[in-house]
Structures are given as structure tokens and as C-alpha cells.
């Protein structure tokens, strides 16, 4: 039989980790980044796989910057996959948006 300390122990708020699944994300972005650009290098494969690839890439940016957001939001203890995440994110949102000017000049 349960006692009201075991059942409000249930109710308290569990440790979330944001932080770790931000960066995990991260680094299959990037993985994906890397496989674009060896499919665009190589040449011999369809665009349309290409564009597929680049499309998730740029979807899981945004989950790892929405992850990263609720890290903060969330006040999780900073250790090296929150510095990670947070720097990783800001250099391929920048890359992303130096790609999507170049392609909007040409």
C-alpha cells in the first residue's frame, strides 16, 4: 500500500535532459550536412536525394535549437553538451542562412 510520501514523491517534477538530446541531434546534423556534401561532391547522385537529405538536415536544426531553448528555459545545469549545442547550433544557423543568400543573389 502506498503512503503519501511515495505518492507525492511520484507528483514531483522529473530531471529533464534537453541539453543531452540537443546535442545528439546536433551531431546527426551535422552527419547529414557531411552527407550532402559528398553526394553534391561525387555528382553522380539524384537531386531529389540531395534535397531530401538537406531538408532534414535544416529540420533537425530546428529540433536542436528548440531542444537548446527548453534547456535554457528549463535552467538545466550547463556542462560541456549545452556549450556544444549552443555554439554548434549558432554556426549551422549561420552557414544556413549564408546558403540561403547565396542562393537567393544567383
Not at 551535422?30 to 550532402?36: D, E, F, G, M, T
Not at 537548446?68 to 556542462?79: G, H, R, T, Y
Not at 560541456?80 to 540561403?100: D, P, Q, R
Request: glycine share 2%; aromatic share 14%.
Amino acid at each position: 500500500m502506498s503512503t503519501f510520501k511515495e505518492f507525492e514523491k511520484q507528483l514531483e517534477p522529473k530531471q529533464t535532459n534537453y541539453k543531452k538530446w540537443s546535442c545528439k541531434v546536433l551531431v546527426y546534423t551535422v552527419a547529414l550536412n557531411i552527407l550532402v556534401g559528398f553526394m553534391v561532391y561525387r555528382g553522380n547522385y539524384r537531386p531529389i536525394a540531395i534535397v531530401i537529405c538537406q531538408w532534414l538536415a535544416n529540420i533537425m536544426l530546428l529540433i536542436s535549437t528548440i531542444l537548446i531553448i527548453l534547456s535554457i528555459q528549463n535552467k538545466e545545469p550547463k556542462n560541456y553538451e549545452y556549450y556544444v549545442s549552443i555554439i554548434g547550433n549558432a554556426i549551422l544557423i549561420l552557414l544556413t542562412i549564408i546558403s540561403v543568400i547565396f542562393v537567393f543573389i544567383n
